[in-house]
């Protein structure tokens, strides 16, 4: 596999992630890094970046090149933001930059950083419809989304970092500073026309502040999931936090669970522009994507030549990717993903379940058997953490928890998910039971890895029969399919025989 490291320097942060992958197969994240480096401190209306700010980034950028150097990173993709572009003292920081290191950074519009950061959350949740954010130091881009393509773009001087030093004045933040700050972050986003949604549109959010939000509200609520990506964060969320950091001074939020010091004095400003940007388009929750400008500019990278480089399928490819990266039996596990469906669909009658539910057990049988990169032993146990701590493109929360489950419940014993019961639906320990009650006499019938099974079909009644065509011999598959049936026969409340089919 090939190694890029993508360098994202912001007004605020500077970033790396670095990416092993083929080239349009699968990938993985095998390091990230980053640094609070306020390159835009002090810069103001003058717009000149200041030495030590231009020290610490140049720094910073010397110590990640360092480490892509030192790794084997093949290829390095260095880009700056609105602090550089928009200074008037670029020569400093190229000076600086070059005295130090040999790197090769290049100046991004702002239609471009708008455009990455939209590749970036479009390919991690699935969008095709609805509106991307990114709020940075600096700014704040803005992308509306139709059909998988960026239509319409918006970029702002309205970042953190550049709000807090001009309207964040005394700890705690006074009433007047407050109100400025907040008619400040109104009139920023009052030229957005078109941010408006309608039915079925989401607002996805990226960004620091984004996600420091998302882990305080995760802290504050007690979630079970310690996942920010895909979290769903309310704008009444939103305004309860801005409340009680507006209350608080520096050294009061810094003992916040879920806010990190170095954002504890740059977080209400972040969350007050969030705020506008909700209002103006009338949204009442956003859905947090945990990649953004570095991952688009991967994306662009490894999706190439594809225009727009966007995953056909995300969710599809997430799981391929990670089956892949287990390096999994791929004929053993399609004909699981086979005899799974074929009795899904004959008790359709039964279970009364859709299209949903049949692609999460398509999925989860592709990676049923992912554990065994860890060990054979226990390794249901092992697939469900690798599914659990994945970051699966497109799934929610809810899905991700029962995909784990059923991979879980593959083998032997059962695990409703029930420590998760606050992100699931009432009725999802019993889809969990029946889903994976199907998954798990697939994997029996698949008992020797031979794809020996050919066919079988189900004769309902009580008790259920399931009749087995087969190419060979199938009285290994049919034995041990009917010693594991018993989770089939509690979760649909009925006997089940399963018998090899005469021969024609």
Known sequence: MQKIGIIDLGSNTTRLIVMAYERGRCFRLIDEVSEAV?????????????????????HALSMFDRLCRSTGVDEVVAVGTSAIREAVNQADFWTALRAATSLDLRIISAQEEAYYGFLGAANALGLRDGFTFDTGG??????????????ESFSVQAGVLRFTERYVNSDPISKRDLRELRAAAQQAFGALEWLKGKAGQ???GMGGTVRTLARVDIKARNYPLDRVHAYTLTRAA?????????????????????LKSDRADVTLAGAVIIEALMDHGSFSELMVSGQGLREGLFYAHFLAPSDPPLLEDPRGFSVRN??????????????????????????SSVHGYGAWERDLLAQAALIHDIGVAVGYYDHHKHGEYLVHNSSLLGFSHRESIMLSALVRNHRKGFSDAAPYAAVLQPDDSTRIARLSALLRIAEYLERGKSQVVTGLRVELGNPMRIMVTAT?????????????????????ACDLEILLAPQA
Do not use: M
């Open 472 to 492: 060979g011999d199938a009285q290994l598959e049919v034995w041990d399919a009917s010693r594991r049936a018993g989770l089939f026969r509690k979760a649909y």
């Open 202 to 204: 989401r607002l996805v």
């Open 322 to 347: 990670l089956a892949r990266l287990s390096h999994f039996q791929e004929a053993h596990c399609r004909k699981v993903a086979e005899i799974s469906l074929s009795l899904f669909d004959q008790l």
């Open 238 to 258: 939103v305004a309860a936090i801005s409340e009680q950091l507006a209350q608080k001074t520096r050294r009061e939020r810094e003992q916040i669970s879920g």
């Open 38 to 58: 306020r390159l835009a401190e002090g810069v103001g209306a003058s717009r000149e970046l200041k030495p030590e700010p231009i020290r610490r980034a140049v």
């Open 138 to 151: 600096g700014s704040t881009q803005v992308v509306a989304v139709e059909n998988g393509r960026s239509t």
